[in-house]
């Protein structure tokens, strides 16, 4: 009797023992289940500048759903194999949005709300080069990495900074693409002398222009006009113009999506068409801009470090899940996605969530161009944070509402069709 009751008890005990195991093992899963790390994006998801913010948010849930989830059909794409992140036990990305409004001040505040607040791990955004400015100098000061994929004012990593990165070519790439696309041009027979820069005075548009200017007189080129315009402008009737009567070669054109749609507008309605118009991404590349006016600004050229790719290939795929959300893939959306993909690989590779560790996961990061969705020659920070081997090539919109990749030669997908053919 006794020794059934003592073999009894040991049932029990063995019973409860692995009762207990069982539901640590099953509590240990959930937990890997259930953890998250929690990101900060600022972007302008309310204003003038809302089309790119609502694009940039279609780019990163995009992002976040390969990241999530296993694609194997991304191949040896980062991040792509596992269904969430591998460093973190399998861990989801979270990420918090934040509508900083197209303005530099509310962009900071909102920043603050994401670190103080909602304690986010890290942060990207903020479009605009002047509310990354000062998104990203709150980061700094908590000490929170924040990554940029889409800002390019000179500026941005002039700062002595130990917590922003920038995975985007900057002004200074894109001024020597478009010395040295003018250039071949030139070869094949085009006047490209006197150039003329039209630009806001936002810290993009001002810093953009400086670096133009500045790379093309180190040439030994003169830009013959520099035109400003307000930003969020109502009326360039005196800017276009002013084009018109000086009669530039070119017209390089820097600004935002409802200034670029205002120009077009305006050179239809004055009927004045330059030779040549190369455009500064940003308002051009938006699917908004040329679903509004790409019919009259056919054969404008864009900078861009962005090509879909051949079918099945992996940059192919990701534009089909992105085109889901209504639009295509456009070099933007495409830059703030990759950032997104750089900060979150720097995370899984830290296999932590304190600042710190990802910091230094960042500064380590050396990505080849087939671990790329965009085509950079690779992603590898200097001591600024700026990447070191950012590229971009031209593309020309042609045959109604497409861009095509047109230079350099080697890869392009079809010749560059000149002069500009408008509307």
């Excluded at 991040?79 to 399998?90: S, T, Y």
């Excluded at 903020?126 to 990554?147: D, H, N, R, W």
């Excluded at 940059?315 to 639009?327: L, W």
Aim: with cysteine; proline share 4%; glycine share 8%.
């Amino acid at each position: 009797m006794f020794s059934e009751t003592i073999n009894m008890g040991f049932k029990r005990v063995v019973g409860l023992l692995c009762a207990a195991s069982l539901s640590f093992v099953l509590a240990s899963a959930a937990s890997a289940q259930d953890k998250t790390v929690k990101i900060g994006a600022v972007f302008p998801l309310s204003g003038n500048a809302a089309s790119a913010g609502v694009h940039a948010k279609a780019a990163i849930e995009t992002a976040m759903d390969i990241i999530n989830n296993a694609h194997p059909e991304l191949g040896n794409f980062p991040l792509a194999k596992n269904a969430g992140l591998a460093g973190l036990g399998g861990a989801k990305v979270e990420v918090v949005f934040a509508d900083n409004q197209g303005s530099p001040a509310i962009g900071q505040n909102q920043t603050l709300r994401l670190i103080t607040e909602e304690k986010v791990v890290a942060l990207t955004g903020a479009y605009q080069s002047g509310i990354t400015l000062t998104a990203s100098a709150i980061a700094e000061k908590y000490g929170i990495p924040f990554v940029n994929g889409e800002s390019v004012a000179a500026n941005l990593t002039e700062r002595g900074f130990k917590w922003f990165f920038r995975t985007t070519p900057i002004a200074s790439d894109f001024a020597k693409v478009y010395f040295d696309f003018l250039t071949d041009m030139k070869t094949a027979g085009a006047k490209t002398d006197n150039i003329a820069l039209v630009h806001d005075t936002t810290e993009y548009g001002t810093s953009v222009a400086s670096v133009i200017t500045s790379a093309f007189k180190e040439k030994g080129v003169t830009i013959a006009e520099d035109i400003s315009y307000a930003f969020n402008a109502t009326d360039v009737q005196s800017q276009v113009l002013q084009l018109k009567e000086k009669k530039p070669d070119v017209v390089i054109m820097i600004a935002y999506t409802s200034d670029a749609i205002l120009y077009s507008k305006t050179m239809q309605a004055l009927d004045y068409k330059p030779p040549m118009i190369i455009a500064d991404d940003s308002g051009y590349s938006d699917p908004s801009f040329i679903k509004s006016v790409g019919k009259i600004t056919q054969g404008v050229f864009n900078r861009s470090s962005w090509n879909v790719g051949p079918p099945g290939s992996p940059t192919a795929i990701i534009a089909d899940m992105y085109k889901k959300s209504g639009d295509d893939m456009d070099d933007t959306a495409g830059r703030q996605m990759q950032a997104f993909f750089v900060l979150c690989d720097a995370i899984d590779r830290a296999g932590s969530t304190d600042p710190a560790k990802i910091q230094a996961a960042l500064k380590a990061t050396d990505l080849k161009p087939d671990q790329l969705m965009m085509g950079y020659k690779g992603i590898k920070f200097d001591e600024k944070g700026q990447n070191i081997l950012a590229s971009g090539v031209m593309i020309q919109l042609q045959d109604g509402e497409h861009y095509v990749s047109v230079w350099p030669k080697a890869t392009a997908e079809k010749a560059p069709v000149m002069p500009f053919k408008g509307w």
